[in-house]
């Protein structure tokens, strides 16, 4: 990393004022080599199994992300460190999720109707699916050698799985820290082996020593719950336990500190959106009632960078394709870069 080139750009750069007209995420000027945080876009949505759109949040937080005042309230400068949007691959992703998306579009439609599993197409999408992932893994392994930290930005919940994969390969042991309203443990959802459904079930399955904290969770299977009961692995906070708690008048700082006692020295973070409560989220792809707000959201992720805890990597996940849900995400985006 060229920290000379990128000091030279600080020095140029005034974050009070107006946004020059070619610059990069949150108006920011910096280039790939001189940026320690690296935002990953992965526009990627086949084999969503309800509504569309995710594949167009990295462009929705893009968009809004100019309009953010850079001193951040609880993590100051994080500008400073460099954060640029890393686009090379994201025009032959999306044009394979364009081309792909139909497909599997009309293979659930037809498992809806009672249709058979039709064999070939499910193994041509598993196949792009399985290439997606093996892209994503060789692009953030390079970006991790050469220096930077990643944010990767889906895209449904399938996207992280391949840089989950690369940071397996550097870091033996870390938990992931979930925030979602769906459990996603399921093992394939519709056939699809890297389903967002199953990402957490493909992200413990990389390695024995990885280690899973669900929070805000309040959807899911008869099968995810008996995984959750049944694997030491994982602890899961659910949406209506911490509600309760709080209803009877438990704090949510002492069950923000029960939650980051469940996780070893280094967290990956994966957010999806639709842990927020649906107002925050509504284009989401699986939007569901409950979760939280946004102050509780970044009181989490503030307490835990608070905790001394190495944040290894994170991803923000399943921004819908509207402008407020990439508001939303944009924010929350910028908080998350604080805390590498
Ligand atoms: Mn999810």
């Avoid at 459990?183 to 990389?206: C, K, Q, T």
């Avoid at 989490?300 to 001394?308: D, P």
Wanted: hydrophobic share 35%.
């Amino acid at each position: 990393m060229d920290k000379e080139k990128r000091n030279e750009t600080i020095a140029g750069f005034d974050p009070d004022n107006s946004v020059a007209t070619n610059a990069g995420i949150f108006g920011l000027p910096f280039a790939l080599e001189e940026s320690e945080i690296v935002l990953y876009p992965v526009p990627w949505e086949v084999t969503v199994s309800y509504r569309e759109g995710t594949a167009n949040g990295p462009y929705q937080i893009f968009t809004a992300s100019p309009q953010l005042d850079l001193y951040d309230h609880h993590f100051g400068e994080i500008w400073k460190k460099g954060i640029h949007f890393f686009t090379a691959h994201v025009g032959d992703m999306a044009k394979l999720n364009n081309n792909l998306r139909p497909i599997a579009k009309k293979y659930i439609e037809s498992l809806e109707q009672g249709g058979g599993a039709q064999k070939e197409v499910l193994s041509h999408i598993n196949e792009a699916c399985f290439q997606l992932k093996e892209t994503v893994k060789s692009v953030c392994t390079s970006l991790l050698n050469e220096g930077h930290k990643i944010g990767l930005v889906g895209g449904d919940h399938s996207t992280p799985l391949g840089y989950i994969e690369a940071l397996a390969e550097r870091h033996e042991h870390f938990g992931i820290l979930q925030i979602d309203a769906h459990a996603d443990l399921r093992d394939a959802y519709e056939g699809f082996v890297y389903s967002h459904a199953s990402i957490m079930h493909n992200a413990l399955a990389i390695s024995e020593n990885i280690s899973l904290t669900q929070v805000g969770i309040r959807d899911y299977s008869k099968g995810e719950r008996e995984r959750m009961e049944n694997d030491t692995r994982i602890t899961t906070f659910f949406d209506a336990d911490i509600k309760e708690a709080a209803f009877a008048g438990k704090t949510w700082s002492s069950q923000v500190e029960e939650i980051i006692h469940t996780l070893p020295d280094k967290v990956y973070v994966s957010f999806d959106a639709d842990g927020l409560c649906p107002d925050l989220c509504s284009a989401t792809g699986t939007p569901v009632p409950g979760g939280f707000s946004f102050e509780q959201a970044v009181f989490l992720l503030v307490k835990l960078k608070e905790s001394g805890k190495e944040i290894i990597g994170f991803d923000l996940n399943e921004t819908g394709n509207a402008e407020w849900d990439g508001t939303v995400s944009a924010r929350l985006l910028y908080k998350m870069c604080g805390m590498f």
